[in-house]
Protein backbone atom coordinates (compact mmCIF):
# COMPACT_ATOMS: atom_id res chain seq x y z
CA UNK A 1 0.00 0.00 0.00
CA UNK A 2 1.22 3.46 -0.99
CA UNK A 3 1.55 5.78 1.98
CA UNK A 4 1.25 9.03 0.55
CA UNK A 5 -0.25 8.55 -2.89
CA UNK A 6 -0.56 11.58 -5.45
CA UNK A 7 -2.46 11.95 -8.62
CA UNK A 8 -2.29 12.89 -10.83
CA UNK A 9 1.29 12.04 -11.83
CA UNK A 10 1.49 13.75 -14.61
CA UNK A 11 -0.52 17.21 -15.83
CA UNK A 12 -0.35 19.09 -19.06
CA UNK A 13 -2.27 21.89 -19.32
CA UNK A 14 -2.61 25.50 -21.13
CA UNK A 15 -2.05 28.80 -19.48
CA UNK A 16 -5.08 30.12 -17.97
CA UNK A 17 -6.78 26.93 -16.96
CA UNK A 18 -7.84 25.62 -13.42
CA UNK A 19 -5.97 22.68 -12.34
CA UNK A 20 -5.80 20.30 -9.21
CA UNK A 21 -3.73 17.70 -7.71
CA UNK A 22 -5.11 14.98 -5.03
CA UNK A 23 -2.75 13.72 -2.53
CA UNK A 24 -4.09 11.09 0.21
CA UNK A 25 -1.97 9.37 2.74
CA UNK A 26 -2.88 6.25 5.04
CA UNK A 27 -0.15 7.03 7.65
CA UNK A 28 -2.56 8.28 10.40
CA UNK A 29 -0.90 11.62 10.45
CA UNK A 30 -2.10 14.82 11.79
CA UNK A 31 0.15 17.30 9.61
CA UNK A 32 0.29 17.58 5.81
CA UNK A 33 2.17 19.69 3.28
CA UNK A 34 2.65 20.55 -0.10
CA UNK A 35 5.88 21.29 -1.63
CA UNK A 36 6.82 22.91 -5.05
CA UNK A 37 10.17 21.58 -6.76
CA UNK A 38 12.17 23.50 -9.86
CA UNK A 39 13.65 22.67 -12.26
CA UNK A 40 17.28 23.08 -10.24
CA UNK A 41 15.45 20.33 -7.46
CA UNK A 42 14.71 23.25 -5.22
CA UNK A 43 12.48 22.54 -2.96
CA UNK A 44 10.08 25.03 -1.67
CA UNK A 45 7.18 24.71 0.97
CA UNK A 46 4.21 26.11 -0.24
CA UNK A 47 1.72 24.79 3.16
CA UNK A 48 0.94 23.20 6.05
CA UNK A 49 -2.57 21.85 7.47
CA UNK A 50 -2.29 20.59 11.05
CA UNK A 51 -5.63 19.42 12.33
CA UNK A 52 -7.74 21.98 10.35
CA UNK A 53 -5.20 24.48 10.55
CA UNK A 54 -3.86 25.68 7.61
CA UNK A 55 -0.29 27.65 7.71
CA UNK A 56 -0.03 29.50 4.29
CA UNK A 57 3.47 30.59 2.95
CA UNK A 58 3.16 34.49 2.42
CA UNK A 59 5.25 33.69 -1.20
CA UNK A 60 2.79 31.63 -2.73
CA UNK A 61 0.44 33.53 -5.03
CA UNK A 62 -3.40 33.42 -3.66
CA UNK A 63 -4.18 31.44 -7.31
CA UNK A 64 -3.41 28.36 -5.11
CA UNK A 65 -5.81 26.88 -2.86
CA UNK A 66 -5.31 24.16 -0.34
CA UNK A 67 -8.22 21.96 0.64
CA UNK A 68 -8.48 19.24 3.00
CA UNK A 69 -11.61 17.67 3.50
CA UNK A 70 -10.27 15.48 6.31
CA UNK A 71 -7.16 14.66 7.70
CA UNK A 72 -6.14 11.83 5.43
CA UNK A 73 -6.65 14.64 1.89
CA UNK A 74 -4.76 17.81 1.23
CA UNK A 75 -5.72 18.86 -2.40
CA UNK A 76 -4.29 21.48 -3.97
CA UNK A 77 -6.12 23.69 -6.71
CA UNK A 78 -4.39 26.00 -9.20
CA UNK A 79 -6.29 28.54 -10.86
CA UNK A 80 -5.00 30.74 -14.08
CA UNK A 81 -1.93 28.70 -14.49
CA UNK A 82 0.88 30.39 -15.43
CA UNK A 83 3.91 29.20 -17.50
CA UNK A 84 5.95 29.56 -13.80
CA UNK A 85 4.15 26.85 -12.42
CA UNK A 86 5.51 24.49 -14.14
CA UNK A 87 6.96 21.92 -11.04
CA UNK A 88 7.08 18.92 -9.56
CA UNK A 89 4.26 19.52 -6.58
CA UNK A 90 4.80 16.75 -4.17
CA UNK A 91 2.83 16.19 -1.31
CA UNK A 92 4.25 15.23 2.58
CA UNK A 93 2.72 13.86 5.64
CA UNK A 94 4.59 14.40 9.02
CA UNK A 95 5.04 11.78 11.64
CA UNK A 96 4.80 13.52 14.44
CA UNK A 97 6.50 11.35 17.04
CA UNK A 98 10.18 11.40 14.96
CA UNK A 99 9.69 14.62 13.11
CA UNK A 100 10.10 12.85 9.81
CA UNK A 101 8.42 13.48 6.80
CA UNK A 102 7.35 10.65 3.80
CA UNK A 103 6.88 11.97 0.58
CA UNK A 104 4.09 11.07 -2.50
CA UNK A 105 5.66 10.50 -5.86
CA UNK A 106 5.44 13.82 -6.88
CA UNK A 107 3.27 15.46 -10.16
CA UNK A 108 4.96 16.88 -12.80
CA UNK A 109 2.68 19.89 -13.82
CA UNK A 110 3.84 21.49 -17.42
CA UNK A 111 2.17 24.77 -18.29
CA UNK A 112 2.25 25.21 -21.84
CA UNK B 1 14.52 32.18 10.25
CA UNK B 2 15.94 28.69 9.69
CA UNK B 3 18.25 27.99 6.57
CA UNK B 4 20.11 24.90 5.07
CA UNK B 5 23.13 25.39 2.92
CA UNK B 6 24.46 22.49 0.78
CA UNK B 7 27.58 22.17 -1.21
CA UNK B 8 26.31 22.76 -4.86
CA UNK B 9 26.32 19.97 -7.02
CA UNK B 10 26.75 17.65 -9.14
CA UNK B 11 28.95 15.32 -7.33
CA UNK B 12 31.13 13.19 -10.08
CA UNK B 13 32.65 9.98 -8.03
CA UNK B 14 33.88 6.86 -9.53
CA UNK B 15 32.68 3.39 -8.16
CA UNK B 16 34.05 2.68 -4.74
CA UNK B 17 35.12 6.46 -3.99
CA UNK B 18 34.54 7.89 -0.60
CA UNK B 19 31.90 10.55 -0.72
CA UNK B 20 31.49 13.62 1.53
CA UNK B 21 28.39 16.33 1.28
CA UNK B 22 28.61 19.06 2.96
CA UNK B 23 25.89 20.64 5.24
CA UNK B 24 25.65 23.56 7.25
CA UNK B 25 22.46 25.08 8.76
CA UNK B 26 21.51 28.68 10.66
CA UNK B 27 18.77 28.05 13.40
CA UNK B 28 17.43 29.17 16.88
CA UNK B 29 17.59 26.64 19.73
CA UNK B 30 18.22 22.66 18.59
CA UNK B 31 16.66 21.50 15.80
CA UNK B 32 16.34 17.93 14.53
CA UNK B 33 18.72 17.26 11.20
CA UNK B 34 17.56 14.92 8.28
CA UNK B 35 19.14 13.97 5.19
CA UNK B 36 16.41 13.02 2.26
CA UNK B 37 17.10 11.09 -0.78
CA UNK B 38 15.64 11.51 -4.19
CA UNK B 39 16.35 8.55 -7.04
CA UNK B 40 15.35 9.91 -10.24
CA UNK B 41 11.16 9.68 -10.51
CA UNK B 42 11.11 9.53 -7.32
CA UNK B 43 9.70 11.20 -4.39
CA UNK B 44 12.03 11.95 -1.27
CA UNK B 45 12.84 9.61 0.88
CA UNK B 46 14.44 9.63 4.84
CA UNK B 47 18.17 8.59 4.33
CA UNK B 48 19.14 9.15 7.95
CA UNK B 49 18.54 11.79 10.94
CA UNK B 50 19.65 12.99 14.42
CA UNK B 51 17.94 14.56 16.87
CA UNK B 52 20.43 16.13 19.24
CA UNK B 53 24.29 17.18 19.73
CA UNK B 54 27.07 14.44 19.19
CA UNK B 55 23.72 12.49 17.67
CA UNK B 56 25.43 10.34 14.61
CA UNK B 57 22.30 9.08 11.56
CA UNK B 58 23.20 6.21 9.92
CA UNK B 59 21.74 4.23 7.43
CA UNK B 60 22.72 2.20 3.80
CA UNK B 61 26.40 3.13 4.69
CA UNK B 62 25.72 6.43 4.97
CA UNK B 63 26.53 8.13 7.94
CA UNK B 64 25.92 11.81 9.14
CA UNK B 65 27.21 13.57 12.73
CA UNK B 66 24.99 16.48 14.26
CA UNK B 67 27.72 18.84 15.41
CA UNK B 68 26.48 21.91 17.55
CA UNK B 69 29.89 23.81 17.45
CA UNK B 70 30.18 24.31 14.05
CA UNK B 71 26.34 23.62 13.07
CA UNK B 72 26.96 21.08 10.13
CA UNK B 73 25.89 17.67 9.53
CA UNK B 74 27.82 16.58 6.42
CA UNK B 75 27.11 13.38 4.82
CA UNK B 76 29.69 11.00 4.60
CA UNK B 77 30.20 7.10 2.59
CA UNK B 78 32.87 5.58 2.45
CA UNK B 79 32.11 3.64 -0.90
CA UNK B 80 29.75 4.49 -3.33
CA UNK B 81 27.96 2.57 -5.34
CA UNK B 82 26.56 3.43 -8.72
CA UNK B 83 22.80 2.68 -7.02
CA UNK B 84 23.50 5.86 -4.83
CA UNK B 85 23.46 8.17 -7.82
CA UNK B 86 20.77 10.58 -6.69
CA UNK B 87 20.03 13.92 -5.22
CA UNK B 88 20.56 14.45 -1.74
CA UNK B 89 18.65 17.13 0.24
CA UNK B 90 19.98 18.10 3.70
CA UNK B 91 16.97 19.24 6.19
CA UNK B 92 16.25 20.82 9.73
CA UNK B 93 13.10 20.99 11.63
CA UNK B 94 12.20 22.78 14.58
CA UNK B 95 10.55 20.68 17.34
CA UNK B 96 7.47 22.11 17.84
CA UNK B 97 3.96 20.39 16.50
CA UNK B 98 3.53 21.65 12.97
CA UNK B 99 6.29 22.85 12.09
CA UNK B 100 7.63 22.53 8.91
CA UNK B 101 10.63 21.09 7.37
CA UNK B 102 13.39 23.20 6.41
CA UNK B 103 15.09 22.22 3.27
CA UNK B 104 18.92 22.92 1.47
CA UNK B 105 19.28 23.19 -2.18
CA UNK B 106 20.10 19.23 -2.62
CA UNK B 107 23.24 18.12 -3.72
CA UNK B 108 23.14 15.57 -7.38
CA UNK B 109 25.73 13.14 -6.85
CA UNK B 110 26.62 11.52 -10.34
CA UNK B 111 28.44 7.49 -9.77
CA UNK B 112 29.79 6.38 -12.42
CA UNK B 113 31.05 2.68 -12.62
Known amino acids: DTAVSQTPKYLVTQMGNDKSIKCEQNLGHDTMYWYKQDSKKFLKIMFSYNNKELIINETVPNRFSPKSPDKAHLNLHINSLELGDSAVYFC???????????FGEGSRLTVL | GDSVTQMEGPVTLSEEAFLTINCTYTATGYPSLFWYVQYPGEGLQLLLK?????DKGSNKGFEATYRKETTSFHLEKGSVQVSDSAVYFC????????????FGGGTRLMVKP
Open chain 2, 50 to 54: ATKAD
Open chain 2, 91 to 102: ALAQNNAGNMLT
Open chain 1, 92 to 102: ASKQMATGELF
